[in-house]
């Protein structure tokens, strides 16, 4: 029997998709329904590691939180992290499945509408609603045939569909407007609804607007969300809350200076840090920007060997190794602990294409 459920794609990315959904598994979990969210594709490096030792995206880790869920990698079957500027390792069920480029994925994934169908009723089964979350843009024309995390989605689950579009970086109706219009026509009758994000002021002043729209379209705007700044895990590389974090030498807190890699992946590792009121972090990326730290982080990297490189060349590896001999506390995570070591090694090009590079010997 098929359950509710129900569909949030969203104008672009960071559109708010990801918080509306945890908002609404929320809702109906202290409803008392038993509800799941689900998401067929994540681009991120930002995973989380299941208590089988499984892999998959943040976003659904915290949905499933409000959902009084264990996370499960069939939330997320497939999780994809860019290793390098045409690599991406390809995560499916929580296990990866190899490195491809962009092409190659591209003519991989019609293999995987399976594995989303199969992990997609194993979730439905057990659940009275699932909330399915749409990834990016739905209407990436240029890639529309291939897009498997959208319509093609609502499709496979026969879900209807909310829109969510962001407000607070400008030009909202006319991103709604040529969202909607660049939909095929099925995909279309599928919409249900639009809802508006991260507004700040008045929103009687966006009534006119709502009657355009709908006469336009034929889709109703169902509500505003008021700008909030929420403080929850990020998905996708360096959160916006970090880059603008400055070092003040003049208090007297300890001071974190971050490396901010080419290729930074986990960053939430940091997030624990950044909640203790007598820490200050910023994320660095010239030689300069290090200072009177008291600790200095190399977090953990998808292509540890060209990051390793790009230190060394920007002069800040020169600069941590004499920092390290003054007594600053030098620590390294997963890929960061790698590069403290005498050397690092790719015999069989995981990474990239460089073998073996020497690291910072600390």
Not at 48 to 60: N, V
Not at 136 to 156: L, Q, T, V
Request: some cysteine.
């Amino acid at each position: 029997m098929k359950k509710a459920n129900l569909m949030v794609v969203g104008t672009s990315s960071g559109a708010g998709k990801s918080l509306f959904v945890t908002a609404l598994c929320r809702i109906f979990y202290k409803d008392k329904y038993k509800v799941s969210p689900f998401k067929s594709q994540n681009m991120a490096l930002n995973s989380y590691i299941t208590k089988d030792g499984k892999e998959m995206g943040r976003a659904q880790v915290v949905q499933a939180e409000a959902s009084g869920l264990e996370p499960e990698v069939e939330m997320n079957p497939i999780l994809l992290k860019p290793s390098s500027m045409n690599k991406i390792q390809i995560i499916v069920c929580g296990k990866s499945i190899g490195n491809m480029s962009g092409v190659e994925y591209n003519q991989y994934k019609k293999n995987l509408i399976s594995v989303l169908k199969e992990t997609y009723s194993k979730i439905e089964a057990k659940n009275d609603i699932v909330i399915i979350e749409g990834a990016g843009s739905p209407a990436e024309i240029n890639i529309k045939e291939e897009d498997i995390s959208n319509f093609a989605m609502a499709r496979i689950a026969d879900a209807p569909v909310i829109l969510v579009a962001d407000i607070d970086r400008g030009g909202v109706f006319a991103s709604i407007y040529g969202t909607i219009m660049l939909l095929k026509e099925e995909d279309r009758k599928r919409l249900k609804g639009i809802v508006i994000n991260k507004f700040r002021g008045n929103k009687e002043v966006l009534k006119p607007g709502f009657e355009i729209i709908e006469n336009l379209t034929g889709v109703k705007t169902l509500g505003v969300i008021p700008y909030a700044d929420i403080d929850i895990e990020d998905e996708d590389s360096l959160s916006e809350k970090y880059k603008s974090f400055k070092l003040n030498k003049n208090s007297n807190k300890i001071k974190v200076s971050v490396i901010k890699l080419k290729h930074i992946s986990n960053v939430t590792d940091i997030d624990a840090l950044s909640i203790h009121d007598d820490v200050e972090i910023q994320f660095i990326t010239e030689r300069s920007q290090i200072g009177d730290e008291d600790l200095i982080i190399i977090p953990g990297s998808k292509n540890t060997i060209d990051d390793l490189k790009w230190l060394k060349e920007s002069g800040i590896a020169e600069e941590i190794i004499k920092r390290a001999r003054t007594k600053t506390i030098i620590f390294g995570i997963c890929g960061g602990f790698q590069i403290l070591g005498n050397k690092v090694k790719d015999p069989h090009h995981i990474e990239g294409d460089i073998e073996e590079l020497n690291g910072l010997g600390l």
